[in-house]
């Protein structure tokens, strides 16, 4: 059963970028959450794989593609309220 996802324009190239979810289990941290925006699943999956375990990489996971990123993947500027993508929490594949 194939599903739809949305794809925004997030990236400053104007290239479609689709969020995904990657949760997992990393040897040095437990269960783990990480965001990426990547143009399809098949480049976050080699992302995902490139990663030895002994570099943090993931023991076991999964992708979930996102119709948008959840809230804890930004940050709010105190300045002017803008909100922008959390690099430490998003990472962005061409």
Avoid: N, W
């Avoid at 990489?57 to 959840?70: D, M, N």
């Amino acid at each position: 059963m194939s599903t739809k996802t949305e794809t925004r324009d997030v990236a400053s190239d104007d290239t479609l970028l689709t969020p995904f979810m990657v949760s997992g289990y990393v040897a040095s941290q437990g269960q783990v959450v990480r965001y990426y925006l990547a143009k399809d699943e098949l480049t976050v999956t080699r992302c995902v794989k490139d990663v030895p375990l002994d570099a943090g990489g993931f023991a076991s996971y999964s992708i979930t593609p996102l119709t948008e990123l959840p809230e804890e993947a930004h940050v709010v500027c105190p300045a002017c309220s803008e909100k922008f993508h959390d690099k430490h929490r998003v990472t962005e594949l061409s």
